[in-house]
C-alpha cells in the first residue's frame, strides 16, 4: 500500500513531496526514511522499486524530496525549479530532514502505520552524507546506512581558479547530460560550506556516531570512488561496509527505469540493507 506526494513544509517554508510505502496497516513497523542525492529526486529511476523491495521486508518507507532540489510540486519528474535549486545547500537540507522527522511524530496516519519512534535512515550520495550528519546529532535516528556516500564534503568543491570564478560571477551552472539542462548554483552554496565546515564534516559526524551504521558502495563507482567508503570505515570502526563488485554510482540503474526486476547489483543492495535493517531496526 501506497500514499504518494503528500506534502510536508521543510526549510525556508518550501513545501517538498514525500511517498510513503506500508506492507500493512496499523502495523507499527520500523520507519525507514530514503534521502536522494545531488540532481537526484524521490522518483529518479529505480528508487521507487528498491523501497518497495526494502517495505516488503516488514518496514514503512519513506522517500521525499529535498524542498530545493529543483522538482516543483506540479510535476515531480522534471527539474522545473531551477530558482530553487540554484538556492540550495547542505545546511538546507539538513532542515528539510528536520522538519520531515518533526512532521512524521505528529502524523496520525504515520503513527498508526509505522513507529515513528525507531526511525532508520538510508542516504545515496550526497544524501548519504547528509544521513551520517543528521544521524550523529539526533536522538530519533536508531540507525544509518550510506549508499555511495560523499565522505568529504569540501572535497567536492571545484579548484581553487574555479572557485574565484564562481564567487566572482555569482552562479555556476552545472550540466545535467540526462536532461540537458544547465542548472545554476549560486556562491551561497560555497559560502554556507564554510561558515558551516565544522557542523558538515562528515569525519566528525562519522567519529561520534554511536548508533548502528552499514556502508555500502559499488567497486566501479566513477562519482565516487570507493575510496569515501574506506575513508568512512576508518572514522567509524563500528561501522560495516560492504562493497558491490561491478556495481556504479546508482548500483546499476537508469532514469527512466522500465524494467520489471533490479539490475543484479541492486537486488545486493536490497540484500545488504535489509539484513542491516532487520539486525538493528526491530
Known sequence: MQEHNVQYVGSEGRLGLYDVIYPAEDA???????CHGFKGFKDWGHWQMICENIAKEGFVVIKFNFTHNGIGLENPQDFTDLAAFSENNYMKELKDLDRLLDHIQKDSFLNRVSNTKKV???????????????????????????????????ERL??????EEWKEKGVRYIP???TRQEMPVKYQFVESLIKNSKELSVERASKRMSIPMLIVHGENDPTVGLEHAYALQVWNTKANLVAIPNADHVFNGKHP??????????????????????????
Open 120 to 154: 532508520h535512515l538510508i542516504g545515496h550520495s550526497r544524501g548519504g552524507s547528509i544521513s551520517i550528519l543528521k544521524a550523529s546529532t539526533d536522538k530519533r535516528i536508531k540507525s544509518v546506512c550510506s549508499w555511495a556516500a560523499v565522505a568529504d564534503l569540501e
Open 257 to 282: 527505469f522500465k524494467e520489471k526486476e533490479l539490475p543484479f547489483e541492486s537486488k545486493q543492495l536490497v540484500e545488504a540493507t535489509v539484513q542491516f535493517l532487520k539486525e538493528n531496526g526491530r
Open 158 to 163: 571545484s579548484a581553487k581558479a574555479e572557485i
Open 176 to 178: 545535467n547530460s540526462r
Open 28 to 34: 507499527q513497523l520500523p520507519l525507514v526514511i530514503f
